[in-house]
């Protein structure tokens, strides 16, 4: 199993369009994907590597939840975010307590997505300066 470098993250959303839309955010940003499209294929991937770093869909069919507890116990994962649809705040909870560092409602914003797998604002390529910094 090869450990994961601070800049790699698991992505695993089932949807084809959040799927396109994630993987529009991540490439955005200074970090490798890996990605998969179900919790089986998330494992897999697991198996072979670590990411530090992993962005999962809370409503996974067949156990978002226990995915994301599998993933919160992994020492080498620093940062779990889970997404999800808004107004879904038992959603957000039950992500929370199976062990998610943040919730992110889809569509997950770029700059929000940086944020929270706490990356540093001058290593994204759109960075925007905070207003008043012109």
Known sequence: MRAGDARTVLAVEP?????????????????????????????????????????????????????LARLSRLPALKCLIATGPPGMAELESAARRAGADAYLIRPVATELLAQALRLPSTTWPHARSPPGDA
């Open 15 to 67: 949807r084809a369009a959040e799927a396109q839309q994630l993987a529009q955010c991540l490439a955005a940003l200074p970090v490798r994907v890996l990605t998969a499209g179900s919790g089986e294929q998330a494992m897999a991937l697991l198996r072979r590597e670590l990411p530090h770093a992993a962005v999962v869909a809370a409503e996974l069919k067949l156990g978002g939840q226990m995915l």
